[in-house]
């Protein structure tokens, strides 16, 4: 069969999407394009935004519109948040919620185009294991990611995920270090750790662990590619992790921390577990004892409550701060939750005003950070598609794309690149002299497709 696949929202989704992928490859299954003629098309949905749930709809959409004949298949967050909105799309014949998924490939196999859609969506509430999806080894990308956590036990009061994804549940430590293993034997460079809510890993496991002991685990471990850790919230960020950040090579030098906003009246009432003053002594303590990290994170404009004092706060403090680069969503009102309900909305001009404002003042910081390495050599994961004007792409560990020229043979290897300009885009350079670069093992392929969001409502 001829499966295509989309993926909508954060990196959790597409290391789940790419498992699936992987399953369905293992089974003897034709992997395309989302934009060509497929005889099943997966559409793995996020719903942390209304316009999270428009592009799921979107997507769905177009599946049908390119081939009627084939079978369209829902599955994700917004599945699981909304099941009847999501059968009564046109043309879609199955949706599945989050505990369903894992297990896609055996309801496509009972599935059958009969004008209307079948919903199989369980109860995420009170689960306690983490689905097995095995490690996603995946051909179509150059870096892998690895789901080790999954749901989240706070309750922000903006956000769904709870109520899509559940409580937290962890991975074994013991099973993620033989997943990285497996990672690095097939070639993979770069292991992202991933997560609804990554700081708890651990706590949920008998006897508990921490994020911080597993990354040690994995430190010591004799071969490994280099691993990121995807977005931690501020508090969870311990010292011992921070020593290793600094101490360790196969960790890269580079954090995501949701910030949400630098206004202290509004943490509150978004009910994040930081203040905007720990904010700010964590991204110091950070870039005081990591040299070179690059600190990035999320921001909400637009939160009910958001006066132009508060908006203004938030632009002080990340002004003050060496960041690398911050998303600016505006947000979005979500069903279910208690801010949903408060009467302060901000009008949506002002959402985007401010927005406008905001991604200004970040992308002068993001500028000003690049800055920093002209002339430095990094060590880069050579990414596997293509460049502006034919040059390969690389990303090194603190987050810095370089393009520059090489053979393509080194995609989904590494390479050392000396910085040689800064652009509005990244950076670019060449390969340092006498420098070939390591070509990959075991990987190859192109980029799958993917959704990228410019609103949230999630740490």
Same mark, same amino acid.
């Given at each position: 069969?001829?499966?295509?696949?989309?993926?909508?929202?954060?990196?959790?989704?597409?290391?789940?999407?790419?498992?699936?992928?992987?399953?369905?490859?293992?089974?003897?299954?034709?992997?395309?394009?989302?934009?060509?003629?497929?005889?099943?098309?997966?559409?793995?949905?996020?719903?942390?935004?209304?316009?999270?749930?428009?592009?799921?709809?979107?997507?769905?959409?177009?599946?049908?519109?390119?081939?009627?004949?084939?079978?369209?298949?829902?599955?994700?967050?917004?599945?699981?948040?909304?099941?009847?909105?999501?059968?009564?799309?046109?043309?879609?014949?199955?949706?599945?919620?989050?505990?369903?998924?894992?297990?896609?490939?055996?309801?496509?196999?009972?599935?059958?185009?009969?004008?209307?859609?079948?919903?199989?969506?369980?109860?995420?509430?009170?689960?306690?294991?983490?689905?097995?999806?095995?490690?996603?080894?995946?051909?179509?990308?150059?870096?892998?990611?690895?789901?080790?956590?999954?749901?989240?036990?706070?309750?922000?009061?903006?956000?769904?995920?709870?109520?899509?994804?559940?409580?937290?549940?962890?991975?074994?430590?013991?099973?993620?270090?033989?997943?990285?293993?497996?990672?690095?034997?097939?070639?993979?460079?770069?292991?992202?750790?991933?997560?609804?809510?990554?700081?708890?890993?651990?706590?949920?496991?008998?006897?508990?662990?921490?994020?911080?002991?597993?990354?040690?685990?994995?430190?010591?471990?004799?071969?490994?590619?280099?691993?990121?850790?995807?977005?931690?919230?501020?508090?969870?960020?311990?010292?011992?992790?921070?020593?290793?950040?600094?101490?360790?090579?196969?960790?890269?030098?580079?954090?995501?921390?949701?910030?949400?906003?630098?206004?202290?009246? &509004?943490?509150?009432?978004?009910? !994040?577990?930081?203040? %905007?003053?720990?904010? $700010?002594? #964590?991204? +110091?303590? @950070?870039?005081?004892?990591?040299?070179?990290?690059?600190?990035?994170?999320?921001?909400?404009?637009?939160?009910?409550?958001?006066?132009?004092?508060?908006?203004?706060?938030?632009?002080?403090?990340?002004?003050?701060?060496?960041?690398?680069?911050?998303?600016?969503?505006?947000?979005?009102?979500?069903?279910?939750?208690?801010?949903?309900?408060?009467?302060?909305?901000?009008?949506?001009?002002?959402?985007?005003?401010?927005?406008?404002? &905001?991604?200004?003042?970040?992308? !002068?910081?993001?500028? %000003?950070?690049?800055? $920093?390495? #002209?002339? +430095?050599? @990094?060590?880069?994961?050579?990414?596997?598609?293509?460049?502006?004007?034919?040059?390969?792409?690389?990303?090194?560990?603190?987050?810095?794309?370089?393009?520059?020229?090489?053979?393509?043979?080194?995609?989904?290897?590494?390479?050392?690149?000396?910085?040689?300009?800064?652009?509005?885009?990244?950076?670019?350079?060449?390969?340092?002299?006498?420098?070939?670069?390591?070509?990959?093992?075991?990987?190859?392929?192109?980029?799958?497709?993917?959704?990228?969001?410019?609103?949230?409502?999630?740490?």
């Amino acid at each position: 069969m001829r499966i295509a696949f989309a993926t909508v929202g954060c990196r959790l989704n597409q290391f789940e999407t790419d498992a699936l992928r992987g399953k369905a490859q293992a089974e003897g299954h034709a992997i395309v394009p989302f934009d060509a003629a497929a005889e099943l098309y997966v559409i793995n949905t996020c719903t942390i935004t209304a316009e999270a749930d428009a592009d799921s709809r979107r997507l769905a959409r177009q599946a049908v519109r390119r081939n009627p004949s084939a079978l369209v298949a829902v599955t994700g967050c917004y599945a699981q948040a909304a099941p009847g909105a999501v059968a009564a799309i046109p043309g879609v014949d199955l949706v599945l919620g989050n505990g369903e998924k894992p297990k896609l490939l055996g309801y496509v196999q009972e599935a059958r185009k009969n004008g209307g859609a079948q919903v199989f969506v369980g109860v995420v509430g009170g689960r306690r294991q983490i689905d097995d999806y095995g490690p996603g080894i995946d051909s179509d990308r150059t870096r892998a990611f690895l789901k080790v956590q999954d749901g989240c036990n706070y309750h922000c009061s903006f956000c769904i995920v709870p109520d899509v994804r559940g409580g937290n549940r962890s991975q074994p430590p013991d099973r993620i270090l033989e997943q990285i293993r497996r990672l690095h034997g097939a070639g993979f460079p770069e292991v992202v750790l991933t997560g609804i809510h990554l700081g708890t890993y651990g706590r949920d496991l008998t006897p508990p662990t921490s994020l911080s002991e597993l990354c040690r685990r994995i430190a010591a471990l004799d071969e490994a590619p280099r691993l990121r850790l995807s977005s931690l919230d501020p508090h969870e960020v311990k010292p011992d992790l921070i020593r290793l950040l600094a101490e360790s090579p196969r960790f890269c030098r580079h954090l995501h921390l949701p910030l949400q906003s630098g206004d202290e009246q &509004l943490l509150r009432r978004m009910r !994040r577990g930081h203040t %905007a003053t720990q904010f $700010r002594d #964590l991204v +110091e303590r @950070l870039v005081a004892e990591v040299p070179g990290i690059a600190v990035s994170g999320d921001v909400i404009v637009g939160f009910p409550g958001e006066d132009d004092q508060a908006f203004q706060e938030t632009c002080d403090l990340l002004e003050a701060l060496p960041m690398a680069g911050m998303h600016v969503f505006s947000y979005s009102r979500r069903p279910g939750t208690d801010a949903a309900g408060y009467a302060d909305q901000v009008p949506r001009h002002v959402k985007a005003e401010r927005s406008r404002v &905001l991604r200004s003042l970040v992308a !002068r910081k993001g500028q %000003a950070f690049r800055r $920093r390495f #002209l002339g +430095e050599a @990094l060590e880069v994961v050579v990414l596997d598609r293509d460049g502006p004007d034919g040059l390969l792409e690389g990303l090194s560990d603190n987050y810095l794309r370089v393009w520059f020229a090489g053979n393509p043979a080194l995609r989904g290897g590494l390479a050392r690149v000396r910085v040689e300009q800064v652009t509005g885009r990244g950076l670019l350079g060449s390969l340092r002299d006498g420098e070939a670069g390591r070509p990959p093992a075991n990987v190859a392929g192109g980029e799958p497709a993917f959704v990228a969001l410019d609103t949230i409502g999630v740490a």
